[in-house]
T-cell receptor, first 113, second 112 residues
C-alpha cells in the first residue's frame, strides 16, 4: 500500500528566498506524481504533474523533480512571494487513475512579507 | 465555466440524517472520484467511478454510496450521518490519457 510523506509539515521563510519542499513515497511503481496547492477554505489547484518516465517539470517559478528509484520528489519554488503562502500537497497515482491519488499530509508554507 | 462543481458548498445537519452531495464535471472526463479531507487536513480517496465500474476504498463505511446518473455526474449519498463524518468532501475527475485530476471546490459537512 502506497504511503506518501511530506517534509517539513510547516515552513516559514522571508519573501524572496528560494525553497524546497520534499515528498517521499514507499512504492516506486507509480504512473505519475502530482503537486497541488490548497488555499485555506478552498479546493485543490494542480501545479505540476510528472509522469513516471520524466525527471522534472517546470512552470514559471516552480520546478518539480522525480526520482522513482529513491522514492522522492521535490518542489522547488524560486524567489518566493507572499502569494505563494498556502498548503502544498504531493500525491502519487499508483493505479493509472483507477484507484485515485494517494496524498501526503502537506506542507503549510508561509512567506513573510 | 467551472470545470468541476459541487453542491452544496456547506452542509450542516443533525446526527442520524441522510444527505446527498452533488458533483458535476463539464470536462467530458471518464473517471470521477470522491475524496474526504478530515479535520487534520489529510485527503483520502473514498471512491473512483469509471464507466459504471465502482472501486471502493475498503475503509469507507457502507453508509456512503456513490450514485452516477450519467458520465458527467457522481453524487455522494450518506445514510445515518455520524459526528465523525464531519469533513470536507471533494469531487474530482480525470480524462483518458491525462494525468491531472481536476478538483471541485469542496463541500464542508458538519454533523451536529
Amino acid at each position: 500500500k502506497q504511503e506518501v510523506t511530506q517534509i517539513p509539515a510547516a515552513l516559514s521563510v522571508p519573501e524572496g528566498e528560494n525553497l524546497v519542499l520534499n515528498c517521499s513515497f514507499t512504492d516506486s511503481a507509480i504512473y505519475n506524481l502530482q503537486w497541488f496547492r490548497q488555499d485555506p477554505g478552498k479546493g485543490l489547484t494542480s501545479l505540476l504533474l510528472i509522469q513516471s518516465s520524466q525527471r522534472e517539470q517546470t512552470s514559471g517559478r516552480l520546478n518539480a523533480s522525480l526520482d522513482k528509484s529513491s522514492g522522492r520528489s521535490t518542489l522547488y519554488i524560486a524567489a518566493s512571494q507572499p502569494g505563494d503562502s498556502a498548503t502544498y500537497l504531493c500525491a502519487s497515482d499508483s493505479g493509472g487513475g483507477a484507484d485515485g491519488l494517494t496524498f501526503g499530509k502537506g506542507t503549510h508554507l508561509i512567506i513573510q512579507p | 465555466d467551472t470545470a468541476v462543481s459541487q453542491t452544496p458548498k456547506y452542509l450542516v445537519t443533525q446526527m442520524g440524517n441522510d444527505k446527498s452531495i452533488k458533483c458535476e464535471q463539464n470536462l467530458g472526463h471518464d473517471t470521477m472520484y470522491w475524496y474526504k479531507q478530515d479535520s487534520k487536513k489529510f485527503l483520502k480517496i473514498m471512491f473512483s467511478y469509471n464507466n459504471k465500474e465502482l472501486i471502493i476504498n475498503e475503509t469507507v463505511p457502507n453508509r456512503f454510496s456513490p450514485k452516477s446518473p450519467d458520465k458527467a455526474h457522481l453524487n455522494l449519498h450518506i445514510n445515518s450521518l455520524e459526528l465523525g463524518d464531519s469533513a470536507v468532501y471533494f469531487c474530482a475527475s480525470i480524462g483518458q490519457g491525462l494525468g491531472t485530476q481536476y478538483f471541485g471546490p469542496g463541500t464542508r459537512l458538519l454533523v451536529l
